[in-house]
């Protein structure tokens, strides 16, 4: 298993049967191949449907049904489509059980940078701005550094911000991270790890829970 | 009453250089692609555009961008357009990206007669620079104000010579809102109905604001994904 799938499937635990969750573009994506068995998640696609299925099969894509990332997907029995202003509504109204997004970066107050890189990367934020303001909870899903070995958990983000203290949790191959008033508090790691190497690859100051767990992925 | 016209080129035959123009759409979704191509023929300039996206190269809005129409852009993400990206970054193209939903919201907001309202989204961030901040019970809002065009050009499945319009799943996106709040909304159908074929309880768009409907005549609908990496050469 490697550690993308390691973290969709330790999120998809995290999802209570009846939930409305909204996953972002990527890694949060996967995490609804995961489900449990007899918990029923409602997905949704911000730009305007309610129930989304799995991709379909090779030749049967419907161009005029896809989610947020552009790819075609399927109806699932009971989804329902609606207008963007509605289906951010529904987010911004605190609809949403649960967000799960990406980012670049991610601080001890829980601000999120995740949308854009001044000078190199012209992006745009898309939904993201407003699914952390509106979501009642929200998780980033990430590797914990990036590609050149750098943290990606710091003391305060260097990039323009996507919200600032919105981020509740912090999952990466390493480990499951809370954010709290007092900072973040490292709560599971991975298995075959221990707190001092995860803080040794993090950059903001990482509290260690006096209940800390290996974190399963199933 | 009859808001039919015989042609995407006769829809759009009388946009002027300058204006100010909503596209609907997410993505290549639901996008107007008659009326663009029907626009990229014009070859007017200086115009603003407002929507979600700025298409992919080579589709969509795409083509409007590599014909050197457009002056500035308000939308949400626009990460499929690499020479958007180098225009920007460049400074050739004036480029204002908001939050999705708050861009969904002003255009209703525009429509609605609502001048101005309060969100919590992109408090503390770059995007509530220069904007007005209230406290309302517990929390911070940004006051965002409401957005207005001159020309809105949309795209539904099908619609009836009164401007009455349905959807068809997640084609529907921006289209309807947009619908609303600009002062001639030219609509392109993939399917004319006689008045009363649509049920009443399912019109989405009501006619009142439609002045213009035609009916596509060719539909490519390239989903967007498969475009980009069909471009790339099948790589990625």
């Avoid at chain 1, 490697?2 to 998809?12: D, L, Q, W």
């Avoid at chain 1, 399927?74 to 980012?103: K, W």
């Amino acid at each position: 298993m490697n550690g993308k799938e390691r973290i969709a499937r330790r999120i998809a635990r995290e999802f209570k049967d009846g939930f409305y969750v909204n996953l972002g573009i990527g890694l949060p994506t996967m995490i609804a191949g995961y489900l449990p068995p007899g918990i029923d998640v409602v997905f949704q696609s911000e730009n305007g449907m309610l129930g989304v299925g799995a991709p379909p099969t090779e030749g049967q894509a419907d161009p005029d049904l896809v989610n947020a990332g552009k790819q075609p997907v399927t109806e699932l029995p009971g989804c329902s489509y609606f207008a963007s202003e509605e289906s951010f509504a529904m987010i911004r109204g605190g609809h949403m059980d649960m967000s799960v997004l990406g980012a670049m970066q991610v601080d001890e107050q829980g601000n999120l940078a995740n949308w854009t890189i001044p000078g190199k990367m012209v992006k745009g934020m898309g939904g993201a701005m407003d699914l952390v303001a509106g979501a009642r909870r929200v998780i980033v899903a990430m590797e914990h550094q990036t590609k050149d070995g750098a943290s990606r958990i710091l003391k305060a983000c260097s990039l323009p911000l996507t919200g600032t203290r919105v981020v509740h949790d912090i999952v990466t191959e390493l480990g499951w991270i809370r954010v709290t008033p007092d900072g973040l508090v490292l709560t599971e790691v991975a298995e075959g790890i221990d707190a001092a190497e995860v803080q040794a690859r993090t950059e903001a100051k990482l509290m260690v829970s006096p209940d800390l767990r290996v974190m399963t992925a199933s | 009453m009859d808001k039919v016209v015989p042609s995407a080129d006769a829809a759009v035959a009388d946009i002027a250089s300058g204006s100010t123009i909503m596209l609907g759409g997410f993505g290549l979704c639901g996008i107007p692609e008659n009326l663009i191509a029907a626009l990229v023929k014009r070859r007017i300039t200086g115009l603003h555009t407002i929507s979600n996206n700025m298409g992919v190269d080579g589709f969509g809005m795409g083509l409007m961008l590599e014909a050197g129409m457009i002056a500035s852009h308000i939308g949400s993400y626009v990460g499929e357009n690499r020479r958007l990206e180098q225009l920007v970054l460049k400074g050739e193209l004036d480029l204002t990206l908001i939050p999705q939903g708050t861009l969904a919201e002003r255009i209703r907001a525009g429509g609605a007669g609502i001048p101005a309202f309060y969100v919590p989204t992109g408090l503390g961030t770059v995007v509530a620079e220069g904007k007005e901040t209230r406290q309302i019970g517990e929390r911070m809002y940004v006051l965002e104000q409401a957005l207005h065009a001159d020309v809105a050009l949309i795209k539904a499945w099908k619609g009836d010579r009164l401007g009455n319009l349905v959807y068809r799943k997640t084609a529907r996106n921006f289209n309807p809102v947009m619908a609303t709040a600009a002062k001639l909304t030219i609509v392109e159908v993939e399917e004319l109905v006689e008045p009363g074929e649509l049920d009443p309880d399912h019109i989405v768009t009501p006619g009142i604001y439609v002045k213009r409907v035609v009916v596509g005549e060719m539909y490519r609908k390239p989903i967007e994904s498969e475009f980009i990496r069909a471009q790339m050469g099948g790589a990625a």
